[in-house]
């Protein structure tokens, strides 16, 4: 579950709701590197992972480019603004693991950068990862 809604949330973060402003990003190819670490009881070594996706305008516009579906998840709070976003989020499988997110992001129209603390209850016990992302554009989209 760690990596799937993680990478929901690669590309910079969350949904765009109607009375949001529009972020302060470029339209274009997009490159976003993640550091991933955990934290506390159970050693993990960092992992880090670098992904490319194209981001309209209408994207960036109608939300399309900050949050895959995650019916699982359940936001407990979500702002976007022109120069970030922040937000908290409580996330259940059907296996019974249980994890709650909360990120800050900021945007600087060709980069972005931000932090996402992830606390989990797994069957083994308590788990925190972090992961650090930056993102920049790279271009025009293919």
Known sequence: M????????????LVATAHAETPNLQPGNWETSATIRGEG???MPEQNHTSTDCMTEEDLAAG???????????????EIRRDGADFEMTCSDPSGM???????MSFHG??????????????????????????RRIGDCP
Do not use: H, N, W, Y
């Not at 760690?2 to 973060?13: C, Y």
């Not at 399309?64 to 709070?77: G, I, P, V, Y």
């Not at 249980?98 to 800050?104: H, L, S, V």
């Open 98 to 104: 249980t994890m709650k997110m909360e990120a800050t």
């Open 2 to 13: 760690t990596k799937q809604l993680i990478a929901s949330v690669l590309l910079v973060g």
């Open 41 to 43: 009881g159970f050693p």
């Open 64 to 78: 399309d480019a900050f949050f895959e579906d995650a019916e699982e998840c359940e936001f407990q709070r979500r």
């Open 110 to 135: 060709d980069s972005s950068e931000g932090t996402i603390r992830a606390d989990l209850e797994t069957p083994m016990g308590p788990m925190t990862v972090v992961t650090t992302l930056e993102g």
